[in-house]
């Protein structure tokens, strides 16, 4: 029998949160975060690609995760536009999962974690980037959050994994509004702080992906959001020393990882 799953509006859960207490003479001056309510996508790609990783998920041999939203998901798509050759490259002789989906923003993340996703999954190191597509709807403080419960949940769910947590990328499209290009350097003065150097690690490399002007060269991001497969090889190169330390292998010449593993 097809799993079913329930589908709910992060507006519904938030009105039943607040409405909830009052309804039993209890006053709350709380307002619920949204970015931090677990909430699924009505898209029939979406739960289908939902229901791909819980399979996925079955695999006791994904030593290294990605966790996160397009930017993530598409290391997975065809070159030259974006990462497929770098991936196969780079992450698969590590035994890594692309656990990103294109559109999600933390609210859908939480949702995915709860349902399983990653339950009686290993990996040595988790490597999380979310938020940007809460940027148009939600305040910087509010993607903190729900990155924050995020991280929670990971370390909840994989007690033994490391996590490699990315600042936001930059962004700069035509038709993003001035809070949008502004969250990713203010939800990472937040977030920067939720690593203690140990079990979550913090690495901004947003300054690869910047122009002499402070936007993204649509060398590297043609749509000024997702990056190509040169936006990809900088992003390994930024990433990798630090991942290949928290893994714990060294680097080859060509800088893919020695992982004396068959």
Known sequence: ??????????????????????????????????ATVPVSRSSSHWVAHHEQL??????????????????????????????TNLWAKYYAPLYAADFGISGDRTEHV??????????????????????????????PEQIAGGIRVILDKIQEKCPDTKILLLGVFPRNRTNDIAAQIEAPAKINAIISKYADGKKIVYLNINDQFLGPDGKVPLDIMPDSLHPNQHGYQLWADAMNPTLYEMMGVSANSDGTAKTGRP
């Open 54 to 83: 819980m399979k996925e998920a079955k695999n006791d041999r994904i030593d290294l995760l990605f966790v996160g939203d397009s930017i993530t998901d598409f290391w997975r798509s065809p070159a030259p536009r974006f990462g």
């Open 110 to 139: 939480i949702w995915r974690i709860d349902q399983g996703e990653l339950d009686g999954l290993h990996p040595k190191v988790t490597v999380l980037m979310i938020g940007t597509n809460n940027s148009r709807d939600n305040s």
């Open 1 to 34: 029998m097809k799993k079913s799953f329930p589908l709910v509006s992060a507006a519904a859960v938030s009105l039943l949160l607040l409405t909830g207490a009052s309804a039993f003479g209890q006053t709350t001056n709380q307002t619920v975060n949204p």
